[in-house]
């Protein structure tokens, strides 16, 4: 079963959603913290489908980020896992966008 994840609008009032996540597919995004540190978010589904993870590493002083494009020296930490889900279940957390123009903004992952 995949993880879809959404992005909530405030001006919408709703849940959008902006993908799916397929076994053995993982997928990252930048949070800036407010102390201005760079985390990954990285977020997949187990290679049978049963599960999907949801795990924050805060990026080393050698990572940076460029027009989308990240390039990782070492992690500072190892992951750390902040949900493991299964069918039906929902985990959100609020992520800002590495662009230090952007709002905080709700993330919502589920596992179908």
Same mark, same amino acid.
């Given at each position: 079963?995949?993880? /879809?994840? /959404?992005?909530y609008?405030?001006?919408?009032?709703?849940?959008?959603?902006?993908?799916?996540?397929?076994p053995?597919?993982?997928?990252?995004?930048?949070?800036?913290?407010?102390?201005?540190?760079?985390?990954?978010?990285?977020?997949?589904?187990?290679?049978?489908?049963?599960e999907?993870?949801?795990q *924050?590493?805060?990026l080393?002083?050698?990572?940076?980020?460029?027009?989308?494009?990240?390039?990782?020296?070492?992690?500072?930490?190892?992951?750390?896992?902040?949900?493991?889900? *299964?069918?039906?279940?929902?985990?959100?957390?609020?992520?800002?966008?590495?662009?230090?123009?952007?709002?905080?903004?709700?993330? *919502?992952?589920?596992?179908?």
């Amino acid at each position: 079963m995949p993880l /879809e994840f /959404e992005r909530y609008s405030s001006e919408e009032n709703r849940w959008t959603k902006r993908g799916e996540v397929k076994p053995d597919a993982p997928q990252t995004i930048i949070n800036l913290k407010p102390d201005g540190k760079k985390e990954i978010i990285l977020f997949e589904c187990t290679s049978d489908g049963s599960e999907s993870i949801v795990q *924050r590493m805060e990026l080393g002083d050698k990572s940076f980020v460029e027009r989308g494009k990240m390039f990782v020296g070492h992690p500072e930490e190892n992951p750390v896992q902040i949900a493991r889900l *299964r069918t039906g279940d929902s985990f959100e957390t609020t992520i800002q966008d590495f662009d230090r123009d952007s709002q905080p903004t709700r993330y *919502r992952f589920s596992h179908k």
